[in-house]
């Protein structure tokens, strides 16, 4: 399927997914913020990996949905909070006035923190027919990848790195945490899902921290090159704001030839599922060449 639509379709997906969730959640002040920031707008596109590798593992959508579902509420709430004045401080996010100048920082705060715990509330679901001893494993590795050795963890490195010189090793280990433990956690999620062994899930953990690894370079090539109107955020930022970035540390040339050598590398470990890796090849291709 072209990738667009592919995106296009999955967003709608797990979109209608979560209105329905938070439909049938108590009416409390907060709702309102929670949606602004986690539906409509975003790409979406740890859920298209999670469904993409399901498919090399024949696992149907009904099967990940929760799992998508929990995945954009952890990723959203990670956005309402780096955009705070107290973080990277962004007045626009996905086209839209970031959650906190809709809002308030206040509520933007709340909001964001009920948006973690209604990640893992989705999993736990008495309606997701997943048995108990996986759902509590997907809990377990998703909060190791959400906090102090994951995302939250990055974050305070890629804070505590601004205008400071690092080692190419030191940003590659942040950015990893940062934006890599999510995606680790979504292939590592369906291995859970498909019933894989230890090894086997290990292997699909690293695969997605390099893949987010790729991710956050292109999204670095974009803060550089790319339209704000298409990204739909400020553009040029990492250098104002003296960001340690795999693009500031090697350069343009230098820094395209490591994303394209990881990008080999990725695909490299996909020949092994033929066909069956027809569609997440192409997402991985477009998480470099996108322009949003
Ligand atoms: C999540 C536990 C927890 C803590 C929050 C603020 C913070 C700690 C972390 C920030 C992490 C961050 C902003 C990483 C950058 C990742 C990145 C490249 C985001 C852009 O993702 P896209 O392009 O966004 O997928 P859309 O709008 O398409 O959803």
Redesign the pocket.
């Known amino acids: 399927m072209m990738i667009k639509k592919k995106l296009i379709k999955n967003a709608k997906k797990v979109d209608k997914f979560l209105i329905n969730y938070l439909k049938k959640q108590k009416k409390t002040l907060l709702i309102k913020p929670m949606k602004y920031g986690v539906i409509s ?6 859920s298209t990996l999670i469904f993409d590798f399901g498919r090399i593992f024949h696992l149907s959508e009904n099967k990940l949905i929760n799992i998508c579902a929990a995945v954009e509420c ?6 309402i ?2 955009d705070l004045p107290c ?1 990277d401080n962004d007045k626009i ?2 086209g839209k006035p970031s959650t906190h100048i809709k809002f308030g920082e206040a509520s933007a705060v709340l909001a964001g923190s009920s948006l ?1 715990t209604l990640a893992f509330e989705i999993i736990t679901d008495k309606k997701y027919l997943l048995n108990s001893k996986m759902k509590n494993e997907i809990i377990g590795y998703l909060a190791n990848c ?2 102090h050795t994951g ?2 963890g ?2 305070e490195l890629d804070l505590k790195f601004e205008n400071k010189t690092k080692k190419i090793n030191q940003i590659i280990d942040m950015q990893k945490k ?2 890599g433990k999510l995606f680790n956690f979504c292939l590592y999620a369906v291995g859970v899902v498909a019933n894989l062994k230890t090894r086997e899930k290990f292997f699909l953990s690293k695969l997605g921290e390099e893949i987010g690894l790729l ?2 370079l292109a ?1 670095d090539f974009l803060d550089k090159k790319g339209s704000k109107y298409l990204i ?1 955020k400020q553009v040029k930022k990492d250098n104002k704001k003296g960001k340690s970035t795999l693009l500031n540390l090697m350069g343009e040339k230098k820094a395209y030839l490591y994303a394209n050598n990881l990008k080999k590398k990725i695909l490299r470990k996909l020949e092994k599922h033929g066909k069956k890796a027809l569609e997440v090849t192409s997402t991985i291709e477009f998480i470099l060449e996108r322009k949003f």
Do not use: E, N, V
Not at 41 to 46: E, F, L
Not at 74 to 79: Q, T
């Open positions: 707008g975003g790409k979406k596109i740890r952890i990723h959203s709430y990670s956005l909070h780096d973080m996010r996905r973690l959400s906090g995302i939250a990055g974050q940062k934006t991710f956050q999204d739909g």
